[in-house]
């Protein structure tokens, strides 16, 4: 893999003549580094119809990405502008440890070095001990230490793969029940608090007393409505053909109830008692905008020519479909699958910029409004 300096990595400048603008910096997983940001809703016609940023989206370097896969969006949701300098660090795949993934660098938060490549806690330390102005970062993680992408993949294969009147769940699998067994979400939340604790060490490292910034833990968006908020029937094929979200009632349910809920909990349980941590917690960012929910729908079912129509953030999903190995086609990516896309992406910006606060971070929960500010955002509201 060939080296990038760090000034390369996904770095958005203030703008000209701002003297030692403050920084904001965002750790974590692929929900947070922008993936799935390059599109803007859903459609199963011409892909071109929600590509909001095209091709070249998740280059964070150039013509590149500074490291291949981390799917740095230009959507994410760090870069709140405002004259602020905004740095991505979290990449596509991120655990709270460092790994190689199929051939590819995935930073965890820690402090690994491994030739060119360095984990985000090691990548951190190393920009905060030439900017002294970082005031926040923002933090998500977790997910896939619980699986993600195996849980995605095992539900919707399940779907497609057993009849209605005997339906294979994917929740009583035992590769789930394990995964969610008590012992196993203790030991992943304590993993979770580990990394914050690296987060710390690491501003500490670079000379920051704890007063100097604060953290925000994120938590995650859930992606599905419950089976009541599905617009598509269990049965059938239209759940997956059109809409990309196949699976079992009973399995989006433990999705929502269990899987979402579990994250999330991991995250609030990880950093309790933490000195300069505050929550932003997200989980409610998306409803009514969420992927299959019978109040949005795919571009042709809301009359929807292009994701630059009049009304199309109100009218359309803010998660992309759920594909498989062998539902995928070009230039669509498995890893973007149900993820919050380019309008998900920039209404978690707005509730980011609410929460940083003008410099002064604050948590709260963030809820969703109706139609776009005046930076092309969803109106959003920070609780």
């Known amino acids: 893999m060939r080296w ?3 000034a390369a990595v996904s770095i958005a400048l203030a703008a000209p003549g701002v003297a030692s603008a403050d920084t904001v910096v965002a750790m974590g997983d692929s929900a947070i580094s922008g993936e799935a940001g390059r599109w803007a809703g859903n459609t199963n016609q011409a892909a071109s119809k929600t590509d909001a940023l095209g091709a070249s989206a998740y280059n964070d370097a150039g013509g590149a990405e500074a490291t291949p896969g981390c799917h740095r969006s230009k959507a994410a949701e760090v870069h709140i502008g405002d004259g602020l300098r905004s740095v991505n660090l979290a990449c596509s795949g991120a655990r709270t440890y460092s790994r190689t993934s199929d051939g590819k660098w995935k930073p965890g938060i820690d402090f690994a070095v491994s030739g060119a490549n360095k984990g985000q806690a090691r990548m951190l330390q190393d920009l905060a001990t030439t900017d002294q102005n970082i005031k926040a970062v923002v933090v998500l993680i977790g997910a896939n ?7 995605l993949e095992t539900c919707v294969t399940n779907w497609i793969t057993s009849p209605s009147w005997w339906k294979n769940y994917c929740h009583d699998d035992a590769s789930m029940t394990a995964m969610f067994s008590a012992a196993n979400i203790n030991a992943i939340t304590a993993n979770v608090r580990a990394a914050f604790t690296r987060i710390k060490q690491a501003m500490a490292n670079a000379g920051y007393s704890e ?12 992606p599905l409505p419950l089976s009541g908020g599905m617009r598509y029937p269990e049965s059938g094929w239209s759940r ?7 699976a079992w009632n009973a399995d989006i349910n433990w999705a929502r109830n269990t899987v979402v809920e579990t994250l999330n909990t991991s995250v609030k349980n990880a950093v309790a008692g933490m000195s300069n941590v505050q929550l932003l917690d997200a989980v409610g960012a998306l409803y009514g905008r969420r992927l299959c929910e019978n109040t949005v729908g795919v571009l042709e079912e809301k009359g929807i020519a292009t994701w630059q129509s009049p009304g199309a953030v109100d009218k359309t999903e ?7 190995v062998s539902t995928i086609f070009g230039p669509y990516q498995l890893q973007e699958d149900g993820h919050p896309n380019y309008w998900g992406q920039l ?12 410099g002064a971070p604050r948590g709260g929960s963030c809820a969703r409004g109706n139609g776009l500010n005046a930076k092309g955002e969803p109106n959003m509201s920070l609780q």
């Open 4 to 6: 990038i300096p760090l």
């Open 145 to 151: 230490d619980y699986g993600f992408a195996d849980i």
């Open 211 to 222: 007063s100097r910034y604060e953290i925000l833990a994120q938590t995650y968006s859930a």
């Open 240 to 246: 997956q053909s059109v809409g990309g979200c196949g």
């Open 318 to 324: 803010w998660v992309h479909q759920i594909r498989t």
């Open 347 to 358: 209404a978690l910006r707005n509730c980011f910029r609410q929460a940083y606060n003008g």
